[in-house]
């Protein structure tokens, strides 16, 4: 177990030593092993893409029933692109879903999420100047949104979703990643956990 006061549910780290917390009140950090991710290739397992890995350092637990809105600012050393830093709702192997700060194949940092049915997705949603982003999961009865703001302040929607089976066998918590690379440190901060339902997805808030 790994100590968040800020979520009121129990997290599991899986590696156990990947994640840590150097001060009781400082971000949570995991340093992702390389070549670590998970993506399973929509192309399937003869494509010459991107190849299907399930690996990734997670941090995991299972949030109070209802609504919920779940948000940290995320942070990255990149150092080789596709690494990232990611709040994650997880199910089983081939049912998850991941909303990343990661770095692009063009050398940018970026947003973009994953939702995987048996296969995944794959959407950006824009570039981010700074080395950081605030993200924010929420959970309206059923279905899932990401949201992403630069400023704290102004919250962009980015994706409604629903995730398979029942919401109250998902997971959610964090998950850092280098696929391509030697590792890379990824940082969580500011994290919060409110059941204040979401009451409007696409006014900013």
Request: aromatic share 10%; net charge negative; glycine share 8%.
């Amino acid at each position: 177990m790994l100590d968040v006061p800020e979520l009121p549910f129990s997290i599991t780290p899986s590696p156990a030593g990947v994640w840590r917390r150097d001060e009781p009140d400082g971000p949570v950090l995991a340093d992702a092993p390389a070549h670590t991710d998970f993506y399973i290739n929509p192309a399937g397992p003869d494509s010459t893409d991107a190849e299907s890995i399930l690996n990734a350092a997670t941090l995991l637990g299972t949030p109070p029933a209802g609504d919920f809105q779940f948000s940290a600012r995320v942070g990255v050393d990149f150092q080789a692109q596709y690494d990232a830093g990611v709040l994650f709702i997880w199910l089983d192997q081939e049912h998850w879903a991941k909303f990343c700060f990661e770095y692009s194949p063009a050398g940018e940092p970026m947003v973009v999420s994953v939702v995987t049915r048996e296969h995944s997705d794959d959407a950006n949603a824009f570039t981010v100047p700074e080395r950081s982003v605030r993200l924010r999961v929420s959970r309206i009865d059923g279905i899932y949104a990401f949201h992403a703001s630069t400023d704290a302040t102004t919250w962009q929607l980015i994706r409604v979703f629903r995730l398979d089976g029942s919401v109250s066998d998902h997971q959610i918590g964090f998950e850092a990643q280098s696929p391509t690379g030697d590792g890379c440190t990824v940082s969580f901060d500011e994290i919060r956990f409110t059941g204040h339902r979401l009451a409007d997805l696409r006014d900013g808030s």
